[in-house]
């Protein structure tokens, strides 16, 4: 376990040797109004996904799709849950590490087919993100790409979409108190995101029992997804100190069980830590993220790189990087985190994602990643740079500065 300081010694923590700390970048823009919206129905504890049947009859659903992936059928997940509903639950299955278009319109075949009223997304990120498109294609006319948050932003998306149930089986990706779906399309070549808070599922049940057997190279590479999103979060330039705070809090429950769930899986005490980390980042994530989601994303649409090992990777470089503009901005997350205690506070945070990094069974560079290659930099770049994410980034980004990140981290 990472120790921090309790919660008490945090504010008193002083910053010495190093720029004051100050709320900058957390500041309302003059005339426009700062816009909140809070998440889901929450079902959270151990046990929790024997809710299941009472949350789909509380939500009207008789004829549920179970949307998930093979290897959690194989791991023996699915049929404990789909169980209570005999024939009237269907299963789709054909869901690829990082989801395409062609993914969700099979889905949505079946669920056209068999006459569904609701959705399950049961899984990672992935399963997840799917069951949202989904549910989004039941109701709303086109392709996925008429509704690229990048071009259209989220007013296409209306509220009437059929009820949605989200069991994450990781605790990393947040996508259960997520408002968007990250879907691989052929029509942009890159994972493009459809976002409105009517995405959110109806109820997202987390059950830390469900995630005991994951393996420790997922169990990293997934916690370093969820650490992510609450340093970037926090770093974004989007007024939320709602979802500051809600970061800091995620931040503290994942460096607790961090450690512990690669090296003993089998701690439900640390289990329940990662997802309840997990699911603040989901929440914190609504004010934005930043420059390594964006490179992420590029990356990811090359291949099945994993999303969580990419931000693992990517994230002490970012940090440098952003440093640059955002140095309190940076002192301060450190020293709402107790880093602060002696000389550079920023630095400190840098230094302890590197250390991280070291500690966990996970690549340390692009460059020992298959699938990529480095001749694909430029490209790489520009796809990062078509993504939303880095619009929050505390400091802006161009093209070479996406390139200079990857090669630093190559
Ligand atoms: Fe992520």
């Not at 939500?59 to 992936?69: E, H």
């Not at 190279?217 to 609450?230: E, I, P, R, V, Y």
């Not at 995620?250 to 980390?277: N, Q, W």
């Not at 770049?381 to 880095?390: G, P, T, V, W, Y």
Request: net charge negative; proline share 8%.
């Amino acid at each position: 376990m990472l120790n921090l300081p309790p919660d008490g010694d945090v504010a008193s923590v002083p910053v010495a040797g190093s720029a004051p700390a100050t709320l900058a970048g957390a500041s309302p823009a003059p005339g426009a109004p700062s816009v909140f919206t809070f998440p889901n129905r929450i079902v959270f504890g151990a046990g929790a996904a024997a809710t299941l049947p009472a949350e789909l009859a509380r939500l009207g659903v008789q004829r549920p799709l179970f949307v998930t992936d093979a290897g959690l059928i194989a791991a023996g997940l699915v049929d404990p849950l789909v169980g209570p509903f005999d024939s009237r639950a269907s299963v789709f299955s054909d869901v690829h590490a990082n989801p395409t278009e062609d993914d969700v319109l099979s889905g949505l075949a079946v669920y056209r087919e068999a006459g569904c009223d609701g959705i399950v997304g049961l899984g990672g990120g992935s399963p997840i993100d799917c069951a949202k498109a989904i549910r989004l294609l039941v109701t709303h006319p086109g392709r996925l790409v008429d509704y690229d948050f990048t071009r259209v932003g989220i007013e296409p998306i209306r509220p009437d979409m059929p009820p949605m149930v989200a069991i994450p089986t990781t605790a990393g990706t947040g996508s259960e108190a997520g408002r968007g779906t990250l879907i691989q399309l052929p029509q942009t070549g890159r994972k493009t995101i459809a976002l409105s808070p009517h995405l959110l599922p109806s109820a997202a049940i987390c059950d830390p029992e469900l995630t005991l057997g994951l393996s420790p190279a997922l169990s990293a590479a997934t916690g370093m997804d969820a650490l992510t999103h609450c340093v970037e979060s926090f770093l974004s330039t989007t007024f939320n100190p709602i979802c500051d705070g809600i970061a800091v809090e995620g931040l503290r429950h994942l460096f607790k069980g961090l450690e512990t769930v690669v090296h003993d899986g089998s701690s439900l005490e640390a289990r329940t830590s990662m997802m309840m980390g997990a699911l603040l980042g989901g929440i914190s994530f609504h004010k934005g993220l930043g420059v390594v989601h964006s490179l992420s994303h590029a990356l990811g649409s090359e291949g099945r790189v994993h999303h969580g090992t990419l931000n693992a990777i990517l994230l002490p470089h970012a940090l440098r990087f952003n440093r640059a503009t955002a140095s309190p901005r940076v002192a301060e997350l450190a020293r709402r985190l107790g880093l602060g205690r002696s000389g550079d506070a920023e630095g400190h945070l840098v230094t302890l994602m590197e250390l991280v990094l070291i500690r966990l069974p996970l690549p340390r560079r692009l460059g020992d990643l298959e699938g990529l290659s480095r001749d694909r930099i430029p490209h790489y770049a520009a796809l990062a740079m078509q993504d939303h994410c880095h619009r929050t980034n505390p400091r802006p980004c161009t093209q070479a500065d996406m390139e200079g990140l990857l090669e630093r981290a190559w």
